[in-house]
């Protein structure tokens, strides 16, 4: 268990994620494995206890690209200390039956801020959506957003990678998440600027570019917009 984090806590976030069977919900510590889970997550796996699930990673209770991407995510938060947020991705669910879902994972830290374990979830989209309904690049861009922010990320650019006309993308956008193309690209550059804004270390010029914003004008009226308050008045209250 992360040192900073008691049994009492954990046990009663998993009592409360044991009641959404939508949900799959985990702890790890540090070396990426399992200290805690939800009764979904076991379930999801065909397995019949937590204890099955205790101590292992991912890629030790699921085969194939189930179980190595995931693994792969939790060692890039526990070496970076980004955290992953509503990352779509296709998971397993029973033997044979993948569900897509929206995946958070964040970084668990100590009194000096080292990073000791990771905090997630998975939860089912809340639309019902077949596997071969969300083409897998489009989930294959949003993650190449989700890394790099670039400023070239557009509308018609997340088309082109998806392989979907500008029409199609915009229905599948506001299906899933509720918004149109624009609207979840500039959700995704805000909330990894709030993000990076707990840094004092990072200047909001520097954050800015790091989020795609052509100039820091730019980027405090799209913030403002978003969050009733400029950068500078976010990371003071922060």
């Not at 071969?132 to 670039?150: G, M, T, V, Y």
């Amino acid at each position: 268990m992360p040192p900073h984090v008691s049994q009492v806590e954990v046990a009663l976030l998993e009592r409360l994620f044991d009641r959404s069977p939508d949900v799959a919900f985990f702890v790890k510590d540090a070396a990426g494995r399992y200290v805690a889970v939800n009764e979904s997550l076991v379930a999801r796996h065909g397995l019949k206890s937590k204890s099955q699930v205790i101590g292992k990673c991912p890629r030790d209770i699921c085969p194939g690209d189930f179980g190595r991407i995931p693994t792969e995510q939790d060692e890039r938060v526990l070496r970076t200390g980004r955290p992953l947020v509503d990352h779509l991705e296709m998971q397993w669910h029973r033997p044979h039956d993948p569900v897509w879902c929206l995946t958070t994972k964040l970084p668990m830290l100590d009194s000096n801020g080292a990073v000791v374990g990771l905090i997630g979830f998975s939860r089912d989209l809340r639309v019902p959506v077949e596997p071969h309904e969300i083409p897998k690049d489009f989930a294959h861009a949003l993650e190449e957003f989700e890394q790099c922010l670039s400023s070239e990320v557009t509308p018609a650019w997340l088309a082109r990678r998806s392989k979907l006309s500008s029409q199609r993308l915009a229905r599948l956008t506001k299906r899933l998440f509720g918004l149109t193309p624009s609207q979840f690209i500039t959700k995704s550059r805000i909330a990894a600027a709030s993000r990076m804004l707990r840094d004092p270390d990072q200047s909001v010029a520097e954050i800015a570019h790091a989020c795609g914003f052509y100039d820091h004008s730019a980027f405090t009226r799209a913030f403002r917009s978003a969050t009733g308050m400029t950068p500078s008045e976010f990371r003071t209250q922060r």
